[in-house]
């Protein structure tokens, strides 16, 4: 059957339940997705990239032809995104820079070291987004930044913080997209501390200097992440969760939920609801955490699907920003992008098509078995027809086409790296 043929019958499908197909796919086609650059060189960036990957996260696996320069990387992003359906943005961190060479320390990091990616955007069509790196980085190898006890070192990551706020506001003032900047740093003691008040204390100090000046948030909207440990940070991790939503509440700020960033019997989808019950908007980072903060690919399982519907049914489309955030070396990088980006897209996609009026008008009528018998029946609903239709509609890579042409681009272009 048909692409289109197939695509007609599950309008008529979708139709009984009151869900209108193309509109759907219309929705989900504008909503923006940012897709990390850093799966494409395991987190090495541009200021050292032979430098160790420190502050408690790891990339592993040694897969060949991963990106060794910022034209290399960006190729390779080019090529992914040619699989991946929707509105696109790629999210950047500092140490990606183009210095053109010379040696810029993390505090002196301005616009003027990415008006060629902003150009390259431009002419890609992308957004961009913006992180600043505190982490990998002399000044943070004994596990603290802004929360640092050396008053001296504090000012060098505050200045890094406040700069980055500048870059951020510059590619959304170039590209007309707000640009999201996010705030994770990776301070935390590897055994218990007795005095974690006081270093919270330097924390918050460094948060009120960095977010003293206000920006313009049509061009730049800023979030803090918090994480619950990281290697060499078991027994404390100073942005906890209760830190950063007080933080967010504080300076009007944007709360990022990371998938891999809370216990493991934590739910990113439970939480959506409730933090914006309080806070303007959020920042998603999406990712899959394997018993931990382990950054799997994104595949299109329970809770993936769990947070697409989440926004959906609590109309929050225009309040949650859509991040990616794993990293895996151990299988070809671009395929990495192509997958887990697809399977972002297909999670909106289930969502966008799922008849909510129709289960909460049961909800609200306190009719749970209808509830859940609807929910259960409509998990066989020709899915897989639309989603196809939708990748077509994009002029992307319909089914299983794209795996082998991303097979020979490793054998033409990986390979030789």
């Given at each position: ?120 955007a ?77 270093t ?71 939480k ?5 019950t ?26 993936l ?78 899915f ?30 990986l390979?030789?790296r």
């Amino acid at each position: 059957m048909s692409t289109q043929k197939a695509l007609e019958c599950a309008r008529e499908i979708y139709a009984k339940y009151g869900v209108d197909v193309d509109a759907a796919m219309k929705s989900v086609a504008e909503t923006p997705v940012s897709i990390h650059c850093w799966q494409g060189d395991d987190v090495a960036g541009f200021e050292n990239p032979d430098g160790d990957l420190t502050g408690g996260i790891q990339s592993t696996g040694n897969y060949p032809g991963k990106a060794r320069t910022l034209d290399e990387l960006r190729a390779d992003f080019e090529f992914a995104a040619k699989f991946i359906p929707g509105k696109k943005k790629l999210a950047l961190h500092a140490i990606y820079l183009d210095a053109a060479g010379k040696k810029v320390e993390r505090n002196e990091i301005g616009p003027e070291h990415f008006t060629s990616w902003v150009q390259w955007a431009k002419e890609k069509g992308f957004g961009l987004d913006y992180n600043p790196t505190f982490f990998s980085h002399p000044l943070s190898a004994d596990g603290l930044t802004l929360s640092h006890s050396d008053p001296a070192i504090r000012k060098y990551w505050i200045e890094h913080g406040i700069n980055s706020r500048h870059v951020a506001e510059y590619f959304g003032r170039e590209l007309g997209q707000t640009a999201m900047n996010n705030f994770w740093v990776p301070d935390g003691f590897k055994d218990t501390p007795v005095n974690r008040a006081l270093t919270r204390s330097y924390l918050a100090d460094s948060y009120d200097q960095i977010f003293a000046e206000k920006l313009n948030e049509e061009y730049t909207q800023e979030a803090v992440e918090s994480k619950v440990f990281g290697i060499g940070a078991e027994s404390c991790t100073i942005g906890s969760h209760e830190f950063y939503m007080g933080c967010a509440m504080k300076h009007d700020k944007l709360l990022t939920l990371d998938t891999g960033h809370y216990h493991p019997t934590e739910l990113v989808s439970d939480k959506i609801s409730g933090v914006l019950t309080y806070l303007k908007a959020v920042m998603l980072h999406v990712s899959r955490p394997v018993r931990w903060d382990s950054d799997h690919v994104v595949i299109f399982d329970d809770e993936l699907r769990a947070i697409a519907t989440e926004i959906k049914r609590g109309g929050f489309e225009k309040r949650v920003n859509i991040g990616l955030d794993f990293f895996d070396g151990s299988i070809n990088r671009i395929a990495c992008w192509a997958i887990g980006s697809r399977n972002m897209q297909k999670a909106l996609l289930w969502a966008a098509l799922e008849p909510v009026a129709m289960l909460q008008k049961f909800e609200a009528e306190g009719d749970y078995t209808s509830r859940l018998a609807y929910l259960e029946e409509i998990k066989t609903l020709p899915f897989g027809a639309v989603w196809n239709a939708y990748c077509e509609a994009q002029n992307v890579s319909v089914g299983d086409s794209w795996i082998a042409e991303m097979k020979k681009y490793e054998r033409e272009v990986l390979s030789a790296r």
